[in-house]
């Protein structure tokens, strides 16, 4: 089989945190695929992003500079613009046009948070008449009302829930003309693959999940059991409306576990960003001076390092909110198959009480509280076992993760492709 040559265009790459985009070049066969990345150029972090957590990848990539539009509020302006007419996709086209040979290539991949860069691989796929893939990895629906722009809009501004919605049906309706060019569509989860089926019924749309690294997070075996019960999370909350954990506060407030709350026999350690500590911290302000004692906070780490940190702790805590009409909806984040590779016991507040809480029921010992006195019984268990200085037994755990991994994800991106050109 000839090598065919693939035009990648996507919103992220390291040093951001892109941890899609990155597996699948790592991982696609290069034998049968060459890959030229164009992405656009991210000075710095801002409160927006996972910031950079990533190394910079060896991956040759073409990353193009922003358009210049205000010396001051740049950043915001530029946003405004993308959604109201998608400059970003229109200077992207344009410099690929000028400066690329599009007749080399044999596909058009795309790979998006919301929006950019499917308009331009649409228009490019329009104007060549090469088959696009287009992957939407998180979509506006997925969010609550507020929660689908990475930074809140100013609480000053006129209007603003009238803001929200107002761009909010912009990004889905120049999300859904682009994916009409698309030859197949590409997603994260089965709800987003339903509801970006319905939207689009002539038009295949696969779910490939994101799954994990199995080269990074590998299980090693439970040291000694001793307390204090270490429970660890990593990353950040985009708001309490999407990611709550106050049924494992809740639970520790509980007298049920005062005896060892009281003498610091549990620790809850937060790896997160300033802005993600400051909305627990303002949360924490309702509990017991016992309750906020027990919270340990640590900037966030790169990648590379999650797993070591993930590997020292007795419990891995995943945050989440029950789904709702106004709520989040077919969230599948990556830290869940992270976290069930490392196989140590899982607690998932608050339960989805969907496709989350129904793959941490497959993998075994977890928890995906819906109460408060669930969290009580599930940490009162462990903090019993660890004092006995009991280890977990062998079968805790199924091999359902295994599935998940990047190494498969890669394959089902490949065979996709492979059905295209």
């Given amino acids: 089989m000839r090598s065919h040559r693939i035009l990648l265009l996507t919103d992220l790459l390291p040093p951001q945190f892109a941890p899609r985009i990155t597996a699948l070049l790592q991982r696609l066969p290069q034998g049968d695929w060459q890959v030229d990345v164009v992405s656009e150029e991210i000075r710095g972090d801002h409160r927006g992003s ?8 060896s991956l040759p990539a073409h990353r193009l500079e922003r358009v210049s539009l205000a010396p001051r509020r740049g950043r915001s302006l530029y946003a405004l613009a993308d959604a109201l007419w998608q ?27 919301r929006t950019f860069p499917l308009p331009a691989v649409a228009r490019l796929a329009r104007q060549t008449g090469l088959p696009a893939v287009m992957d939407c990895r998180d979509i506006v629906e997925e969010y609550t009302p507020e929660g689908f722009l990475p930074v809140p809009l100013p609480r000053w501004l006129p209007l603003r829930r009238e803001a929200y919605r107002w761009l909010r049906r912009r990004f889905i309706k120049a999300r859904t003309k682009a994916l009409k060019a698309a030859t197949a569509i590409t997603t994260v989860s089965e709800w987003h693959r339903d509801l970006l089926q319905q939207l689009h019924p002539d038009q295949q749309v696969v779910c490939i999940p994101n799954g994990y690294d199995e080269r990074l997070f590998v299980a090693s075996p439970e040291e000694a059991s001793q307390l204090p019960l270490r429970i660890v999370y990593t990353g950040r909350l985009l708001s309490l409306e999407m990611r709550d954990p106050t049924l494992l506060l809740e639970a520790l407030q509980d007298k049920a576990l005062s005896r060892w709350v009281c003498r610091g026999a549990v620790e809850i350690h937060w790896y ?13 302000e309702g509990y017991s001076d016992e309750v906020r004692a027990c919270q340990y906070f640590h900037a966030m780490v790169p990648y590379a390092e999650v797993p070591t940190l993930l590997a020292q702790a007795d419990m891995l ?3 989440g909110r029950r789904e709702q009409p106004e709520g989040p909806h077919g969230m599948v984040t990556t830290k869940l198959f992270e976290a069930m590779a490392m196989r140590r016991p899982i607690l998932m507040v608050e339960s989805d009480e969907s ?4 793959i941490l029921r497959a993998h075994g010992g977890a928890l995906a509280a819906t109460e408060v006195a669930q969290v009580v019984q599930f940490l009162a268990d462990h903090l019993k076992r660890l004092e006995r200085g009991e280890v977990l037994p062998i079968d805790t755990f199924t091999d359902h993760y295994q599935q998940y991994t990047r190494a498969a994800m890669a394959e089902a991106f490949a065979q996709l492709f492979g059905t295209l050109v």
Wanted: aromatic share 6%.
């Fill in 50 to 57: 996972h910031g950079s957590v990533e190394q910079k990848s």
């Fill in 87 to 113: 400059v970003k996709s229109r200077h992207l086209v344009r410099h690929l046009r000028q400066h690329y040979d599009l007749t080399q290539y044999a596909l058009i991949v795309g790979m998006s948070y």
């Fill in 272 to 284: 997160c960003d300033v802005a993600s500590q400051q909305l627990l911290e303002s949360l924490l």
């Fill in 317 to 319: 805590l995943l945050l």
């Fill in 355 to 358: 496709v989350v809480a129904q």
